[in-house]
């Protein structure tokens, strides 16, 4: 468990054993509240096992996903600043979550300055991360968009299926135009080309990607820049 969580890389052995063995333990289910935007956050959190998704409530009541946690990723890091949560953290499948009181964090950060180092590069790449996706949004195409979020799924919890790789938790149309920014009615109709297609199946709320290397042509091939016609120079003869 300790060589998958982030937060104890480059720690010494005993070093890490030592911050896991104080950690606290709760089984998650599916579902499951696991901090609320605007509570105080008053402790680190990792997930052992499962996933869960960050997602925040624009002030018109509009819902966007900002990202899906893997086991092992650092998540409510501003309790190390004595501050709110930004979002909400819920779980999308059973799992285990640990958790460490802030006070007991910061305590092991004076004491081994590599647990604050492994702490910036966890939010330097959610930085980069928000960074991309910002791009996108503004950018890209919703085709693209959601070929885009559906490759990240495939990378980051794709489990091979007999029918292709599938995302071993529910992921709704809706949590798609969430994750994308983008309206319901375009996301089903982009989802329902892609079935007739076959290049995707779902099963109660379960994605499976029958064709990984088409969804990613649908990404790939709309960023490659499309050769201009050539103007002839000659004239057209008159009559």
């Known amino acids: 468990m300790i060589a998958s969580i982030g937060l104890f890389e480059g720690l010494e052995p005993d070093v890490a054993a030592a911050l896991l063995q104080q950690a606290q333990r709760r089984t998650v289910r599916a579902d499951d509240m696991l901090f609320a935007a605007g509570q105080p956050a008053r402790a680190v959190h990792v997930l052992a096992t499962g996933a869960a ?22 998540f409510g890091s501003p309790a190390l600043l004595d501050r709110f949560y930004p979002v909400d953290a819920v779980a999308v499948m059973d799992g285990v979550e640990l958790l460490w009181p802030s006070e007991l964090v910061r305590s092991f950060i004076d004491q081994h300055p590599r647990v604050a180092l492994n702490v910036i590069r966890d939010l330097e790449t959610r930085l980069r991360e928000m960074e991309g996706r910002l791009g996108d949004l503004s950018n890209e195409p919703v085709e693209q968009r959601l070929a885009g979020a559906i490759l990240k799924l495939v990378e980051t919890f794709g489990q091979e299926a007999p029918e292709g790789i599938e ?17 319901l009615p375009t996301v089903s109709r982009t989802l329902r080309t892609w079935e007739a297609q076959r290049q995707i199946r779902r099963h109660r709320l379960r994605l499976v990607i029958a064709d ?6 649908v990404l790939y091939q709309a960023s490659a820049p499309v050769a201009k016609p050539r103007r002839s120079h ?6």
Do not use: H, N, W
């Open 167 to 183: 995302i071993p938790f529910p992921v709704s149309r809706q949590d798609l135009a969430d994750l994308i920014g983008c309206t």
């Open 212 to 217: 990984v290397e088409a969804v990613a042509r």
């Open 53 to 74: 998704k960050l997602m925040q409530s624009t002030s018109k009541g509009a819902r966007v996903i900002v990202k899906y946690v893997r086991p092992g990723e650092v």
């Open 234 to 239: 000659r004239r057209t003869a008159r009559p």
